[in-house]
């Protein structure tokens, strides 16, 4: 049913990830190195020192930076595929370090372009597949620069890798919200569309829908699961009192006003219908006294949180979706908390291993999470932001610091006589 060459294929196939697993956990876990960056021709050892932030310094970091690719010039006409090694197209219009990229429609993409009727099929498919590239990562066309996160085959894989974080924090669950024989499902900013694919696996007799900004899902995929490119922040297009069930995970820093999101799924939520949101907060913490008010960890938190208010959407959704979807209309709201330790430092064995993943989604994560805001949306250099990427990576092998990111899964149910 699945693609073999799918992402999400290599995500299950225990050959691919396992022995990456296990190497990338041995070097997370092992003692970090003396720290030297290369930067150019130039090197940076222990004993220096850069300022990143207003009152806090890091030292260079024992793990290679890599400086934004040199822009090449494309031929003219399109460039068939998306690997790193295509032309690049010049854009005059963007900072230092960035570029763009045409690409031609993606074999792998479970939307159809046939699908984008009318004379404009050919004008509407290009441009959204115009990808932009910056820092040497590619990002979205379609509502360009609306998403702060790349959507290459790195940022797709950890998505990936996320999914399955989730179904070890939910006891292999996809979802919480006790529904009941849904016939219209929906999951918002579906990403590699993997969610949906497992509950259209799940829910045969239910129509799975998934929307992104990004065509980046599978092509091979149960026939009852489809595909939309939007933006939910937009006026809904979907009829109103439609789904029995809408799904959010990990929308972050991606919409710029929940109460007007939530009233949307509110009205598009069948009566007796169900709405549920899984997010996590930014801002590391510890119950202990290992992680102290100075750790880089705070300093990261306060960073996110203040480049969303800077970009007009919040990175703390996590603890205000119960109140948030209480007051769009939703009763027998249930929150439910869970902890995603940022390594593998707990004893319990449940803990540890989403510690472990979450240690390694991260370490591999943080560029693609990160480089758009500190240098678009924050103004840093390029170096700068990997100084700072590159700390948190040795804090990320910290075991004594006994911090996690706390999240919370919401759920809420339309009344029937709504």
Request: aromatic share 12%.
């Amino acid at each position: 049913m699945f693609a073999t060459d799918s992402v999400r294929g290599r995500l299950l196939n225990r050959a691919y990830w396992w022995p990456k697993y296990c190497l990338l956990v041995a070097q997370l876990t092992s003692p970090p190195d003396k720290p030297k960056v290369q930067l150019g021709a130039h090197s940076t050892s222990q004993d220096s020192v850069v300022q990143i932030g207003d009152s806090h310094v890091v030292q260079a970091a024992p793990v290679p930076l890599h400086t934004p690719p040199h822009p090449h010039h494309a031929q003219d006409g399109p460039q068939a595929g998306h690997d790193e090694g295509h032309d690049q197209g010049e854009d005059q219009g963007q900072g230092q370090g960035e570029d763009e990229d045409t690409y031609d429609f993606v074999s792998d993409s479970g939307i159809d372009s046939s699908s984008l009727l009318g004379d404009e099929t050919d004008t509407l498919a290009s441009s959204i597949l115009h990808y932009r590239i910056e820092n040497g990562r590619q990002y979205h066309a379609y509502r360009d620069g609306a998403y702060w996160g790349p959507n290459d085959e790195r940022a797709k894989e950890l998505l990936d890798f996320a999914h399955h974080m989730y179904l070890i924090t939910l006891d292999q669950k996809l979802h919480l919200a006790p529904i009941d024989n849904p016939q219209n499902i929906l999951d918002v900013g579906t990403g590699t569309g993997i969610w949906c694919i497992d509950m259209a696996d799940q829910y045969p007799e239910a129509t799975v829908t998934g929307t992104d900004l990004s065509p980046i899902q599978p092509e091979w995929v149960p026939p009852n699961c489809h595909f939309e490119i939007d933006d939910v922040s937009l006026e809904w297009t979907f009829p109103p009192n439609h789904f029995d069930f809408i799904h959010i995970r990990e929308l972050f820093g991606c919409i710029p006003d929940w109460d007007s999101f939530f009233q949307q799924a509110y009205a598009h939520t069948k009566p007796g219908g169900w709405i549920e949101i899984v997010e996590h907060s930014v801002q590391a913490t510890a119950d202990d006294d290992t992680m102290g008010p100075d750790h880089f960890f705070h300093l990261w938190g306060t960073t996110v949180i203040s480049l969303g208010e800077t970009f007009g959407k919040s990175f703390t959704i996590w603890n205000e979706s119960k109140e948030r979807i209480e007051r769009a209309g939703f009763v027998d709201v249930v929150e439910v908390t869970y902890k995603w330790p940022m390594n593998g430092w707990p004893e319990d064995r449940k803990l540890k291993d989403i510690g472990k993943w979450n240690q390694l989604r991260l370490h591999e994560g943080i560029e693609g999470y990160m480089i758009r805001l500190l240098t678009t949306v924050g103004g840093w250099d390029f170096a700068r932001a990997q100084l700072f990427l590159a700390q948190m990576r040795i804090e990320l092998k910290n075991y004594k610091t006994h911090a996690y990111l706390p999240g919370t899964v919401v759920y809420g149910r339309k009344p029937l006589q709504a």
